[in-house]
């Protein structure tokens, strides 16, 4: 059973069928997906910065992180199922798609990096909680993550120019 | 972590070299000055979001038949302007106002179509002077 | 008053027919314009959901806004900038689209609240009581305004 087999089912299944032919649903599910940027993206630049010394230096880091992390979380809920909709709305025309592919491969490295930051370098925060400027493994992390989410969303944009 | 970075820039990098079809920008996919009328019968509706695509078989002056595809807005905006999908049959002769695509393929971005019963649904910008356009210039 | 007679002239300009002309441009700058408004909307949720009090609530709200304030307003310049050429593509077209119209008259409210209510709002190190929480109310109503009616513009 090929991936392109299995695209063409789930792209012709009832709902994403619905979905793809839909006159508000559509541009609805589309629309909370990229306004959801702000909630998911948006937030954890700010965790970032702050990983990088350059905003909210006053402010503990476990707190920064503690405190918006879950929004990121949330947004990071709501992104992956509006984009699942709109993945099995065209799962055929995407299966071809580059950018769509590459958005894929940046999402499945934007999830190890955090993993990686909190297993390691984040266990010794209370050490360096205060500092305005954190280690230099968290500032590596935080461009990390910036540069990845950043890629993600211009990958995201170009699926709409190969067809 | 430096394989990923590098990675990473290569691909940014990557992506602004690489030949964009850049379908959301319609000037940089259609030309403006190329304003075409197409006629001929329907051989394949693509219903669907973001854009819906009409294929028609129009004779050329050769007499040739040659399959032209009609990229038009996506079903909300055009049920909004009057069409549904149950509107079109296959088979259906439709004319077709458009901008032909800049790469030379058989392809135009519609404006207005005209059904078989007269009906005709149109999607440009009043008074832009566009194929199909019937608003006086101000 | 007509504003016709200036997105005629808007649409006579240079930067209008190099956009229309150009093939990659427009997908650049709307990349652009995508990139600020993750960042605008980050700050404004940041700091509106502190003044709700709902996000770190035992940090100052004063020095958070202010230290903010600069991303804020570089993201600002940043949407001004990458929008002025996207509409300058397509001039015409937004004149006569109600989304689009709807977007500036929200953009301007936002814009006037920011700089009218909000800034003045947020001098206050532990804010309490109901003003700071209708400001926060009103400003993200009025930005998440912004957003919609922007996605709509392409929808009508």
Redesign the interface.
């Known amino acids: 059973m090929s991936l392109l087999k299995i695209c063409q089912w789930i792209n012709d299944t009832g709902p994403a069928t619905a979905?793809?032919?839909?006159?508000?649903a559509?541009?609805i599910v589309?629309?909370i997906h990229?306004?959801a940027?702000?909630?998911m993206?948006?937030?954890?630049?700010?965790v970032d910065?702050r990983l990088l010394g350059i905003?909210?230096?006053?402010?503990p880091v476990s707190?920064?992180a503690g405190?918006?992390l879950p929004?990121t979380w949330t947004g990071f809920a709501v992104m992956a199922i509006s984009g699942a909709m709109l993945s099995a709305?065209e799962a055929v025309k995407l299966y071809t798609n580059?950018?769509y592919r590459?958005k894929l491969v940046?999402l499945v490295?934007a999830g190890l990096?955090p993993m990686i930051f909190h297993s390691t370098v984040y266990k010794s925060v209370s050490a360096w909680n205060d500092w305005p400027r954190p280690p230099v493994r968290a500032r590596?992390a935080a461009?990390?993550s910036l540069?990845?989410?950043?890629?993600i969303?211009?990958?995201g944009?170009?699926i709409?120019?190969?067809? | 972590m430096k394989l990923k970075i590098a990675a990473i820039a290569l691909f940014v990098t990557g992506l602004s070299v690489y030949p964009l079809s850049a379908h959301h920008s319609f000037a940089a996919e259609f030309d403006g000055s190329k304003a075409v009328r197409l006629v001929g019968k329907l051989t394949k509706v693509d219903w669907s979001n973001p854009h819906s695509y009409f294929y028609i078989d129009v004779k050329d002056d050769k007499g040739q038949i040659v399959n032209w595809g009609c990229e038009g807005a996506g079903p909300g905006a055009l049920s909004r302007r009057g069409l549904k999908k149950g509107d079109l049959k296959i088979g259906d002769t439709l004319v077709v106002d458009g901008y032909r695509a800049k790469d030379g393929s058989h392809l135009i971005d519609a404006r207005r179509v005209t059904l078989p019963d007269g009906r005709n649904i149109y999607g440009g910008t009043p008074g832009d002077g566009g194929p199909g356009d019937t608003t006086p210039q101000q | 008053m007509s504003l016709l007679p200036l997105f005629h002239w808007f649409n006579n300009t240079a930067l209008s027919a190099a956009m229309r002309d150009s093939t990659s441009a427009f997908a650049v700058i709307e990349m652009l314009h995508l990139l600020g408004l993750a960042m605008l909307g980050g700050v404004v949720l940041i700091v509106d959901l502190r003044l709700l009090g709902v996000i770190l609530p035992s940090r100052p709200a004063d020095r958070i806004a202010r230290d903010l304030a600069p991303f804020l307003k570089g993201s600002l310049v940043v949407m001004v900038l990458s929008g002025i050429p996207l509409v300058s593509g397509e001039v015409m077209k937004c004149y006569y689209n109600g989304a689009f119209r709807l977007k500036m008259l929200f953009f301007a409210l936002a814009l006037g609240f920011y700089f009218g209510v909000h800034r003045r709002i947020t001098r206050s190190a532990f804010v309490s009581g109901w003003a700071p929480r209708l400001v926060a109310g009103v400003s993200l109503a009025l930005w998440l305004s912004v957003g919609v009616a922007g996605r709509a513009i392409g929808f009508l």
């Open positions: 979905l793809r032919e839909s006159e508000i559509f541009p589309e629309s990229v306004l940027i702000t909630l993206a948006g937030t954890v630049s700010i910065l905003v909210l230096k006053k402010e707190q920064v405190q918006v929004l709305a580059p950018a590459i940046l490295l990096n590596v461009i990390c540069t990845l989410w950043t890629a969303i211009v990958s944009r170009a709409a120019y190969y067809h």
